[in-house]
Nanobody, 116 residues
Framework: QVQLVESGGGLVQPGGSLRLSCAAS????????MSWHRQAPGKERELVAS????????KYADSVKGRFTISRDNAKNMVFLQMNSLKPEDTAVYYC?????????WGQGTQVTVSS
């Protein structure tokens, strides 16, 4: 079955960095666009970044452009989110997503807290 397992979240000071990882299994990873989303308390879940199947087509939310970088390793079935210059407003639970019909698949999420 499809599984997505995020890791790498934690508490970091403003201006700091974190690298999130998502380990995928149960499907042909290299065939799917992958994406990272986040949900802050009281807010809707939002798209942060997406990456094409070969890693050469990346897109970012305006709020993270220039600070976050999405990447993938198809040999290891993993997708990453490097987050630099973190701000308090980046605090959220971050989720890895694989599209699908009839439904997409999500990981359990990893908490990122940016606070001094």
């Amino acid at each position: 079955q499809v599984q997505l397992v995020e890791s790498g979240g934690g508490l970091v000071q403003p201006g700091g960095s974190l690298r999130l990882s998502c380990a995928a299994s149960g499907f042909t990873f290299s065939s799917y666009v992958m994406s990272w989303h986040r949900q802050a308390p009281g807010k809707e879940r939002e798209l942060v970044a997406s990456i094409g199947t070969t890693g050469d087509n990346t897109k970012y939310a305006d709020s993270v452009k220039g600070r976050f970088t999405i990447s993938r390793d198809n040999a290891k079935n993993m997708v990453f989110l490097q987050m630099n210059s973190l701000k308090p407003e980046d605090t959220a639970v971050y989720y890895c997503r694989r599209p699908g019909i009839p439904r997409a698949y999500w990981g359990q999420g990893t908490q990122v807290t940016v606070s001094s």
